[in-house]
């Protein structure tokens, strides 16, 4: 079992990083009112440990005798029904799940678990009618339609069951649902909090740390718990008994991206771009975020475009100037005159082209064509089914 999830805190009394929001949690469960909740917070910081330890104090140790079950739904969608296929985590008490996987159909997902769990009510010790507790997984990566679902399904089954909302950032979640909740910022642990966690897992594993070591991982995991946990154990197995000098190393998909940026910028061919897609594909495999890939990919191209050609002597150039040396004049006008981005107008209108071919690209060039996008900025409902399917089909 990796270190994360063996020093896992189960209960509440347990948390050590977020003492004060666990103990609000706890009287929250003791006097028996308890909201719809909303975690939002960076990644690593904590979330799931403080949904678990409060499943935990709500249920008691029943909350972690869990069944791992994949599910289809028949959710009909006016004229044809559609199966949609979802893993979910369930005990007696609570159901987890991650809706935003079912792609465009999220809100179907919603309103189908939100119904099942308001049928099936479970029965308290003493004979009277508990609530379930639903758990939903990265809530700002639904669609519009799932969210606004969502928030009708909240207020018709809220005396059945609670929701428990999980997510990065609470700026993608609307604002009628963060109204009907509960919002519970957690922060990214600190350097200092870091560092007591990862000695307190040391003394448990009778570990020594050399001076300085434990404060190192922490500066390198950029405030995410659960990455210093997971880089202190690949030290742990990498080399033992540690040294102060001992490299921290990264992650494993990071250095995979950067060998992916490095065959991007050595060479642009088809054979390249087919090696690069599958290993991109491989990352996405491997549950890496593809959010996160773009990005760090989109670093290390940044940093390979920038490494010099040839070996030559640095030196200081101030672009701003042709001369090269820095003048106070150049940079005033580089903060106080905003660069005109001219619009390509001959490039689409000056082509011996069709006008209609010319309209189009020019349309295109504004972001106005009517795509998908475009309709539903503008409120338009868009129907969930192909023409061309239905096409054939007459």
Not at 140 to 146: C, F, H, N, Q, Y
Not at 170 to 188: D, F, P, Q, W
Not at 329 to 334: D, G, K, L, V
């Amino acid at each position: 079992m990796l270190w994360v999830d063996k020093y896992r805190p189960k209960t509440l009394d347990q948390i050590t990083v977020h003492q004060d929001i666990a103990q609000n949690l706890k009287k929250l469960v003791t006097e028996q009112d308890c909201p719809h909740l909303l975690f939002y917070g960076p990644p690593g910081s904590g979330k799931k440990t403080l949904i678990m330890a409060l499943l935990r104090q709500m249920f008691g140790a029943t909350a972690e005798k869990v069944k791992v079950e994949n599910k289809t739904w028949k959710v009909d969608a006016g004229s044809r029904s559609i199966d949609i296929e979802l893993t979910t985590l369930s005990s007696t008490n609570h159901v987890e799940l991650n809706p935003s996987d079912a792609g465009f159909q999220d809100r179907y997902i919603v309103q189908e678990i939100i119904k099942e769990m308001a049928k099936n009510r479970p029965i308290d010790t003493k004979g009277k009618k508990g609530f379930k507790v639903l758990v939903l997984n990265e809530v700002d990566k639904l669609s519009r339609e799932a969210q606004h679902s969502l928030r009708r399904t909240m207020e018709k089954y809220s005396s059945y069951c609670r929701l428990i909302l999980c997510c990065n950032s609470s700026s993608k979640v609307t604002e009628a649902i963060r109204s009907r909740c509960l919002n519970v910022r957690i922060n990214a642990p600190t350097e200092e909090e870091t560092v007591k966690v990862l000695e307190l897992i040391g003394k448990k594993e009778g570990l020594q740390l050399p001076s300085g070591f434990a404060a190192r991982i922490a500066e390198k995991s950029n405030r995410s718990l659960r990455r210093a946990i997971l880089s202190f154990e690949t030290c742990r197995v990498q080399q033992y008994p540690f040294t102060s000098k001992q490299v921290i190393p990264p992650m494993d998909w990071e250095e995979y991206v950067a060998e992916i940026a490095s065959d991007i910028m050595k060479e642009q061919s088809p054979k390249r771009l087919f090696q690069v897609r599958g290993k991109l594909y491989e990352l996405l495999v491997n549950c890496i975020p593809p959010e996160i890939i773009l990005k760090v990919l989109a670093f290390f191209s940044l940093l390979h475009s920038h490494i010099p050609q040839r070996e030559a002597i640095d030196k200081l150039t101030w672009k701003l100037n042709h001369k090269g040396t820095f003048d106070c004049r150049s940079f005033y006008h580089a903060l106080h005159i905003p660069k005109e981005e001219r619009f390509p107008w001959k490039s689409i209108w000056a082509v011996k082209a069709p006008r209609r071919v010319a309209f189009f690209v020019w349309t295109v060039t504004w972001g106005r064509i009517l795509t998908c996008d475009n309709l539903k900025k503008r409120g338009y409902v868009m129907q969930s089914w192909c023409c061309i399917r239905m096409l054939r089909r007459l």
